[in-house]
Every structure is written in C-alpha cells, then in structure tokens.
T-cell receptor, first 113, second 115 residues
Framework: DAGVTQSPTHLIKTRGQQVTLRCSPK?????VSWYQQALGQGPQFIFQ???????QRGNFPDRFSGHQFPNYSSELNVNALLLGDSALYLC????????????FGDGTRLSIL | AQSVAQPEDQVNVAEGNPLTVKCTYS??????LFWYVQYPNRGLQFLLK??????LVKGSYGFEAEFNKSQTSFHLKKPSALVSDSALYFC?????????????FGRGTSLIVHP
C-alpha cells in the first residue's frame, strides 16, 4: 500500500522563477493538504484541496497556488520565488477534509539561490 | 484561535532512562491533540492522538502521552529511551469547536538519546 509520494525530492531555483511540486495521496485518501516547513520550524499550513477545489487556506500570499486532479493527486505552484521560500514542502493526505491523522510524504526540499 | 507551545528546543536523555517531551496548548473549545516524529530528510510520522476518554494515550514505538486539561498540557513520554528515538518531535492541536479542520503545529523539540 503506497503512502504519500512527492516529487521531486530536491529542487534548486533562482529568485523570480516559478516552481511546481507534485503529490500523490495515500491510496483511499481524497484530501490533500500542503505545508511549508522552514528550517527549525514546525509545518505551516498553506492550503487544502478536496473535490478539486481549495477548501481552506493558511496565511500565504497569492503567489502560492494549487490544483487537485480527478485522481486526487495535487500540485503546488509558487510564482516569483523569493529567498524566503526556501523550505521543505510537505504534502499530507487524509480520508476527508476532517480526517485525522494526516499522512505525510517525505517532502520536497526547495532551495532558492 | 488555536496554538501550541513546545518550551524545549532540545531534550537530552541517556539510553534506558525515561523521557518526557513537553507540550502545552491553547484552544477555545475541546482539543484534538497529536504527536508526530520526524527523522532527518523525512516527512512527519504519526505517533498518537487524543480526542476524548482516558487521559493516558498509548501510541507507536512504546510512546505514550498524558492529557492534562487543567494544565492544558499533552506531554509525550516513554519509559525507556532508545538511541533510535533520536529525532524531531512535533506536537499539534486542533480545536474541535472551530470551523477549521487544520491542526496547528509547534516548533518541534529535538530529542537526543545518548548511548
């Protein structure tokens, strides 16, 4: 039973560029949440997708956007990258929007030069 | 609003000794509490959760946590630490009375178990 998978594992970009991160949820899960984990910090909630719509959003600017596909996989897009966007981006899936606990992938390490 | 505090950035313990990682929380309604563990270059792994019922919750890998409503705490414990328990531990809380299903995470506590 595959857990949550994320790609790529590592990514290096320069300021001003755009990036797309991908996530496949655990089998049987239909809800995907994205988190940003800066070095030395806990995960910060970006947004949650369910039924291909953004259901909840954290305190992140519009440069952060997402999408969910009919197979429940999801993408996180970040435009106009800033140095401060350097972080580990975690995807978590759950049985439904209120489902707990969430199951996390191993993340994508994004470095901005 | 919901929040969680992990007052210790790092906890050091000798292998075989008991360990405690502290967590306090703040919510408007009843709390839904979690502990997760993160190993280097990995995502978060679920350890245990508390919703209602017995104040002592047992979880994975021999960990347990004690819910204390009067002290608004949810400390993680293990009777005998292993070197392999060395990792980053996160406490999280969700307000059962709130409209959001999203938990808030603490900053994490680095547990170091010395041989």
């Amino acid at each position: 039973d595959a857990g949550v998978t994320q790609s790529p594992t590592h990514l290096i970009k320069t300021r001003g560029q755009q990036v797309t991160l991908r996530c496949s949820p655990k089998s049987g899960h239909d809800t995907v949440s994205w988190y940003q984990q800066a070095l030395g910090q806990g995960p910060q909630f970006i947004f949650q997708y369910y039924e291909e719509e953004e259901r909840q959003r954290g305190n992140f600017p519009d440069r952060f956007s997402g999408h969910q596909f009919p197979n429940y996989s999801s993408e996180l897009n970040v435009n106009a990258l800033l140095l401060g966007d350097s972080a580990l981006y975690l995807c978590a899936s759950s049985l439904n929007p209120s489902g707990q606990p969430q199951h996390f992938g191993d993340g994508t390490r994004l470095s901005i030069l | 609003a919901q929040s969680v505090a992990q007052p210790e950035d790092q906890v050091n313990v000798a292998e075989g000794n008991p360990l405690t990682v502290k967590c306090t929380y703040s919510v408007s309604g009843n709390p839904y509490l979690f502990w997760y563990v993160q190993y280097p270059n990995r995502g978060l792994q679920f350890l245990l959760k508390y919703i209602t019922g017995d104040n002592l919750v047992k979880g994975s890998y021999g960990f347990e946590a004690e819910f204390n409503k009067s002290q608004t705490s949810f400390h993680l414990k293990k009777p005998s630490a292993l070197v392999s328990d060395s990792a980053l531990y996160f406490c999280a809380v969700r307000d059962m009375g709130g409209g959001s299903y999203i938990p808030t995470f603490g900053r994490g506590t680095s547990l170091i178990v010395h041989p």
